[in-house]
């Protein structure tokens, strides 16, 4: 095939020969930088494929790294497609597995950006602020005081982001938990509703990973008497759950 019949942005669109774009980048600067500007294209599906493609080539061309980050930053701000958000999200999970310390001086301002954007913003980088705490926990060392603090807001929303966070730390290690778990015991007597119930679920979850901790979840969810059905309904659930995983240790 000639080289003017290739249109790498034909090729995003459709997302039906991504490899194909992933070793013509490999092989040809001309496309690796048009796939790159692609990142940038109005059409959210390009630029979604883009960097998946993108993603594939940094453990070989790490000199993208650097200028990917900063590129990553802007395109989390500006992001109103959830596919395109979860793959950026994806993106910084990965860098965060391969190289910790390029992303961590950006932690803090991922944090910010949460702290004083709209409510996309806020949802944007709760999806990213997760799943790098799924991929490295250790890189969220600076902001643990300030998720403890959102367990505290009277926002109910910063309290379920804030639960989605420990949830997601718990899935790699559960000591990174272990200062927010005094705190989620006592959230089952919130005001709100839906913050009870998803402070029960995140310590379901967190006890399925935990023989120790499960006695004493299972010991909450046995004295609990709320009168909400959702809540009632993940008790029963969790409960069930729970004693499923005590028989199978």
């Known amino acids: 095939m000639e080289d003017e019949e290739i249109n790498i942005r034909e090729l995003l669109a459709n997302g039906e020969e991504l490899e194909k774009v992933l070793i013509l980048a490999e092989s040809d600067e001309k496309y690796l930088n048009e796939l790159i500007r692609s990142l ?38 500006k992001s109103e497609a959830t596919l395109l958000t979860q793959e950026i999200a994806k993106t910084f999970g990965k860098i965060a597995k391969n190289n910790p310390q390029l992303l961590r001086k950006v932690i803090p301002i991922l944090f910010a950006n949460y702290n ?3 409510w996309k913003i806020k949802i944007n980088m709760a999806y990213v602020i997760e799943e790098i705490a799924r991929s490295n926990p250790s890189l969220l060392a600076t902001i643990m005081s300030d998720i403890k603090e959102m367990l505290l807001s009277n926002d109910p929303n910063d309290k379920l982001v804030a639960l989605n966070f420990i949830v997601a730390l718990g899935e790699h290690n559960f000591a990174y938990v272990n200062p927010y778990l005094p705190k989620l015991l006592g959230m089952s007597q919130d005001r709100n509703e839906i913050v009870r119930a998803s402070a029960l679920e995140a310590l379901i979850s967190l006890a399925e990973k935990n023989k120790k901790f499960r006695k004493i979840v299972l010991a909450k969810l046995e004295e609990l008497d709320d009168p909400s059905p959702l809540v009632q309904k993940v008790i029963q659930n969790g409960m069930s759950r729970l004693a499923i995983k005590e028989q199978e240790e």
Request: charged share 30%.
């Open 40 to 77: 940038d294209d109005d059409l959210w599906i390009v630029a979604k494929n883009a960097l998946t493609v993108i993603s594939e080539l940094l453990e070989k061309r790490k000199e993208l790294y650097n200028p990917l980050i900063t590129k990553l930053m802007g395109m989390i701000r």
């Open 116 to 118: 004083i954007g709209n």
